[in-house]
């Protein structure tokens, strides 16, 4: 991140009772960054977002906005709107009464209230719903009136967590890309916890993959998709095949050793700290290409070719996804069309889509 810290978190530790769920955790945030935090369940995401606003208590650290330190401040003065998994829509108000309901806790006059409220219901697309209770809306609908709630506050800071996931795959598209258009509008800083890979790096400025509690790797999405730091990033942000494998590094060159299911080959280490020996070499299905035993090489240098049966054919949409046995284990490739099951292929994967780690962490490694 470049510039000061207009959000910052630094040396937090926080558990719950004697378990310690994140520990000395740092994380500096921009002003009208849109950063998301991502994880599968139990990574500390939600923790962390929940101690930003103030619902959770840390063991040690410190939380500043704009270098005002916060860590002891109740929710509400912190200058921050979070918006939750469930909405928590009071069900007796009416749309209109649950967009205000923060400004009339801050004791606003009706007519800052009423004027508030009806330039949300506009930017939100909820003009002439006002009246409406909760349970006579959309999920969409719900979801929007919550975030004009959070935002008719005029935060400095909204906070996100996984506002999307009670939504149906349609809408949520266009949600997310609603949210997104919005806090751009607005130049607000943004912290959005998500599991969902795809919705993260459509909506974020940097994304933040967490990991038992800690930071794993941070960056735009295109650079934590396509260089993962470690196995752990290469594996969340889609690259799920993975093979073992023997490696002699040799200068910038990488050499990939014979094994049952592939011949030698020599691929460019390209700034990969790596080492001689055991590594897990991942790649995604969809970077891999498939072809028949007499079909033309693939053309370029460093790519490796894997020889192998297809085991089973399926169609998720879009593509066929094939399952290749290779020896004691099975790999997933798509293709534009069907191949025969039980049929000898090959693999072929480009050098800029294998990710490869070595296996042992008390090796040396050469940079």
Request: glycine share 10%; hydrophobic share 40%; aromatic share 6%.
């Amino acid at each position: 991140m470049n510039g000061q810290a207009f959000l910052k978190v630094a040396g937090m530790s926080v558990g719950y009772g004697p378990t310690t769920v994140l520990d000395n955790l740092d994380l500096d945030i921009a002003k009208g960054e849109f950063v998301a935090l991502l994880g599968s369940s139990g990574c500390g995401k939600t923790t962390l977002l929940r101690t930003i606003a103030g619902f959770a208590k840390p063991f040690s650290g410190r939380i500043e906005v704009a270098g005002r330190n916060v860590t002891e401040l109740p929710p509400d003065k912190r200058g921050m709107a979070l918006v939750f998994q469930s909405y928590a829509l009071w069900p007796h108000m009416t749309v209109a009464q649950n967009i205000g309901y923060g400004l009339k806790l801050q004791k606003h006059s009706r007519e800052t209230i009423n004027s508030r409220v009806a330039e949300m219901q506009e930017l939100l697309g909820l003009s002439g719903l006002g009246n409406r209770k909760p349970g006579q809306l959309s999920g969409g609908q719900r979801q929007r009136v919550a975030l004009g709630r959070a935002l008719a506050i005029d935060p400095e800071i909204l906070l996100l967590d996984e506002p999307l996931s009670n939504l149906d795959a349609r809408i949520r598209l266009t949600v997310r890309h609603e949210i997104r258009v919005l806090q751009k509008r607005l130049g607000i800083t943004a912290v959005h916890v998500t599991h969902d890979r795809e919705e993260a790096m459509v909506m974020a400025d940097r994304i933040v993959i967490m990991n038992a509690g800690r930071i794993e790797q941070q960056g735009p999405p295109e650079e934590v998709y396509n260089k993962p730091a470690s196995p752990f990033v290469a594996a969340f942000m889609g690259a799920e095949n993975l093979l073992p494998m023997q490696v002699r590094v040799q200068g910038d060159l990488i050499e990939l050793a014979e094994g049952e299911y592939n011949q030698t080959s020599i691929t460019s280490r390209s700034g990969r700290p790596l080492s001689t020996g055991p590594v897990e070499l991942r790649f995604r299905a969809e970077a891999a290409r498939l072809a028949r035993v007499q079909d033309v090489a693939m053309q370029g240098t460093g790519h490796l070719e894997l020889r192998g049966q297809i085991a089973s054919v399926s169609y998720p949409g879009g593509h066929w996804r094939h399952a290749v046995r290779l020896g004691d284990r099975e790999i997933l490739v798509d293709a534009d069309a069907p191949y025969n099951q039980g049929e000898t292929v090959k693999v072929q994967i480009p050098a800029d889509s294998l990710f490869i780690f070595n296996t042992s962490t008390n090796t040396a490694k050469i940079t």
